[in-house]
């Protein structure tokens, strides 16, 4: 059992930047996958990027391959997720979350056991 609390949503400028932290606690260190979801009213959660247990393998949605960058850093039981080149269409509610019974990364939000409440992205044009 974990807790997971999202941080660094805000409003920003087409084409500007935002870096979402995810700050986990219960001792998890390098023992869960961690993925990043989005969710508009009235939508299934949307895969956005998942990383593995060491970091060294991602996976990303087609509509954020060469914007976002998901990382984490064990030591400090926190996982980043870097959004560059904003778009309007990427507003929404961000949620980070994490499974422990996997090795590999997963894109299903039915998938994970952990939620964070989530952080609040907006993108203006």
């Known amino acids: 059992q974990v807790q997971l609390a999202e941080s660094g949503g805000g409003l920003v400028q087409a084409g500007g930047s935002l870096r979402l932290s995810c700050a986990a606690s219960?001792?998890?260190?390098?023992?869960?996958?961690m993925g990043w979801f989005r969710q508009c009213p009235g939508k299934e959660r949307e895969f956005v990027a998942a990383i593995n247990r060491s970091g060294g393998s991602t996976l990303y949605a087609d509509s954020v391959k060469g914007r976002f960058t998901i990382s984490r850093d064990n030591a400090k039981n926190t996982v980043y997720l870097q959004m560059n080149s904003l778009k309007p269409e990427d507003t929404t509610v961000y949620y980070c979350?994490?499974?422990?019974?996997?090795?590999?990364?997963?894109?299903?939000?039915?998938?994970?056991?952990?939620w964070g409440q989530g952080t609040q992205v907006t993108v203006s044009s």
């Open positions: 219960g001792r998890i260190g390098s023992s869960y996958v």
């Open positions: 979350a994490a499974e422990p019974y996997t090795s590999v990364v997963l894109t299903t939000y039915v998938d994970y056991d952990y």
